[in-house]
């Protein structure tokens, strides 16, 4: 399929040039009015920007109709037509669906373009695009400052237009990420894929508990299956002087939580599997009783979005009640933070930025959030 753009002073002399450049078959797409020229915003040019399309192979030059005499058709092709029937029925639904596909690029593309857009706001934007942020949240945010700038009649700069957007992302979360208490139940739950993080982030918490909380604090660990994984932990422990059990079945975990049902607050190590499976998933929860449970999942922000989601998704059936993103320090990119709340509806209960223990862990709000994203340093 070909698809071009016009630009003409009025929509007939741009429906002139599309017939004579692609022909009558040709489709519209989308139109729009778009002003160029001008001086300091003065005395732009209306225009009419059209974008047309059209099927290469969709036009047929007629051919002559033979004498009705002279027309022979045989069995084997009239059985032939139901099948080219079908053929034409699917080809056409197929140019339908790809026909839908590209009006809803454009349209997204048109509505995202900053090209029209006035100067002063755009910088929040940008900086929302290059965090990554979701191209529904951008054209909310756009739309909500296009509309303060009307009413202050264009009198802003780059800094107020900041103000605003931070104002927007904080009135964004805040409903979802409003501050819990971060140890509401006895039993704290890590879980999460392989390679997040999630032993240092435990150890981190803990030492939270240990040194300002003063809680009576223990560890349960079911990482039987990465290399140190058990060692890695009984070092932590032994630094903050708290007390580790190994739990290879469920049978163990039980014990283990009997064990240590008089202390304050018990942190249960899992381990690193690839929760993208869901049988994986299931092992997990033949394993432990997450309903007694606070439990956190952990992902890293050095991950790919979709690969976020699909284990998100993963634990829906499991009684998840907060995100901890890992590893702020190693990308730049930070937008799935807040992508993740507003489509899980899920509170992140803390962000690590570095491998320090008890350091390099932040609690955040939903003003730090916005600062993450806006660029403020914390």
Same mark, same amino acid.
């Given at each position: 399929?070909? !698809?071009? $753009?016009?630009? &003409? +002073? /009025?929509? %007939?002399?741009?429906? =002139?040039?599309?017939?004579? *450049? #692609? ?49 022979? !058709?045989? $069995?084997?092709? &009239? +059985? /032939?037509? %139901?099948?080219?029937? =079908?053929?034409?029925?699917? *080809? #056409? ?12 690029q454009f349209s997204k593309a048109d509505q995202l373009s900053l090209d029209t857009y006035p100067e002063e706001l755009k910088l929040p ?110 070092t932590y422990a032994d630094l903050l002087k708290v007390p580790v059990e190994v739990a290879y079945k469920s049978a163990d975990i039980k ?39 606070k439990n956190y999942l952990v992902i890293a922000l050095t991950s790919k979005e979709e690969d976020m989601y699909e284990i998100i998704d ?65």
């Amino acid at each position: 399929m070909k !698809v071009k $753009k016009y630009t &003409a +002073a /009025s929509m %007939p002399e741009a429906m =002139k040039k599309i017939r004579a *450049e #692609l022909g009558e078959q040709a489709v519209l797409l989308q139109s729009k009015t778009v002003y160029t020229g001008g001086f300091l915003g003065l005395f732009k040019k209306k225009l009419i920007e059209v974008v047309a399309a059209v099927d290469p192979n969709s036009y047929v030059v007629p051919q002559p109709k033979e004498p009705a005499a002279a027309v022979s !058709v045989s $069995k084997n092709s &009239a +059985a /032939s037509q %139901p099948s080219h029937k =079908k053929n034409s029925e699917e *080809e #056409l639904t197929k140019e339908l669906k790809e026909l839908k596909q590209l009006v809803q690029q454009f349209s997204k593309a048109d509505q995202l373009s900053l090209d029209t857009y006035p100067e002063e706001l755009k910088l929040p934007l940008l900086k929302m695009k290059k965090q990554e942020i979701t191209d529904e949240l951008i054209l909310e945010l756009k739309q909500v400052l296009f509309d303060k700038w009307k009413e202050v009649k264009g009198q802003v700069s780059e800094e107020m237009a900041t103000v605003w957007s931070r104002q927007w992302l904080i009135d964004k979360i805040k409903p979802i990420q409003e501050k819990q208490p971060a140890y509401p139940k006895k039993f704290i739950n890590i879980i999460g894929p392989t390679g997040v993080g999630k032993t240092t982030t435990l150890a981190k918490m803990a030492a939270g508990s240990v040194l300002e909380q003063k809680f009576k604090t223990a560890f349960i660990t079911t990482d039987t299956y990465r290399i140190a994984a058990i060692d890695q932990l009984k070092t932590y422990a032994d630094l903050l002087k708290v007390p580790v059990e190994v739990a290879y079945k469920s049978a163990d975990i039980k014990q283990a939580i009997e064990k240590f049902k008089d202390y304050d607050i018990v942190y249960i190590d899992t381990a690193g599997r690839n929760y993208r499976e869901e049988q994986f998933v299931k092992e997990l929860k033949a394993m432990i009783p997450f309903e007694r449970m606070k439990n956190y999942l952990v992902i890293a922000l050095t991950s790919k979005e979709e690969d976020m989601y699909e284990i998100i998704d993963q634990f829906a059936t499991v009684p998840v009640h907060q995100l901890i993103f890992t590893k702020m320090d190693e990308t730049t990119s930070r937008g799935s933070i807040v992508n993740a709340i507003c489509r899980y509806r899920k509170s992140i209960a803390f962000i690590t930025n570095g491998q320090n223990v008890p350091d390099d862990l932040i609690q955040p709000d939903a003003e730090k959030i916005a600062d993450i994203i806006l660029g403020e340093v914390l």
